[in-house]
């Protein structure tokens, strides 16, 4: 069946652009999970999504930040006003939610840079 | 907050060589623990899990046991392949039934020569 997909698979934006990312999850997976991956601080959690709801958004990593999940499924990472430092790779994950919590599917990711 | 810790690499092995990866973790009440891993060109995979203290998660020949006593879950594997090349993440999740973010290590970069 089909994975967890994400659009685009690069992109390179410059300095003060707004980007939007994207991601499908598995179908009937009801959690939603962003990471970023990036040479200097590894694999960081940033948010995670029950439903259409995230509970705790603190591990954006600034306000410029944003994320959505609409229907219970597709959701959209948005970064305003990017900066330099916001170049890594971004994962996005899903899993059953509390019917398998543990086992969360990784998409390929999106590989942001930003000049 | 939580935290993993594991050796960050290169390792470098002979293939058929036994394989320690080491991990250590620091997190409040009871968590959860992972091994992911990241083959060349590919997404990061669920390797094995563990859930509670003394489980041993174990997947494609790869072991792992929850040492609550000693906050670890090393990685081993008695006798790696070339085709196990890649990138191991330790990785623990503290809430929520697992249903939360996981806390990831910076990964071990694994390298088995012929």
């Known amino acids: 069946g089909a994975g967890v997909s994400q659009s685009p698979s690069n992109k390179v934006t410059e300095k003060g652009k707004d980007v939007e990312l994207r991601c499908d999850p598995i179908s009937g997976h009801t959690a939603l999970y962003w990471y970023r991956q990036s040479l200097g601080q590894g694999l960081e959690f940033l948010i995670y999504f029950q439903g259409n709801s995230a509970p705790d958004k603190s591990g954006l990593p600034s306000d410029r930040f944003s994320a959505e999940r609409t229907g219970g499924s597709v959701s959209t990472l948005t970064i305003q006003r990017t900066q330099q430092e916001d170049s890594a790779v971004y994962l996005c994950?899903?899993?059953?939610?509390?019917?398998?919590?543990?086992?969360?599917?990784f998409g390929p990711g999106t590989r942001l840079t930003v000049t | 907050g939580n935290s993993v810790t594991q050796m960050e690499g290169p390792v470098t092995l002979s293939e058929e060589a036994f394989l320690t990866i080491n991990c250590t973790y620091t997190?409040?009440?009871?968590?959860?623990l992972f091994w992911y891993v990241q083959y060349p060109g590919e997404g990061l995979q669920l390797l094995l899990k563990a859930t509670k203290a003394d489980d041993k998660g174990s997947n494609k020949g790869f072991e792992a046991t929850y040492r609550k006593e000693t906050t670890s879950f090393h990685l081993e594997k008695g006798s790696v392949q070339v085709s196990d090349s890649a990138v191991y993440f330790c990785?623990?999740?503290?809430?929520?039934?697992?249903?939360?973010?996981?806390?990831f290590g910076k990964g071990t970069h694994l390298i088995i020569q012929p």
């Open positions: 994950a899903s899993s059953l939610g509390s019917l398998n919590p543990y086992e969360q599917y």
């Open positions: 997190a409040t009440g009871y968590p959860s």
């Open positions: 990785a623990l999740s503290n809430g929520g039934g697992g249903a939360d973010g996981l806390t």
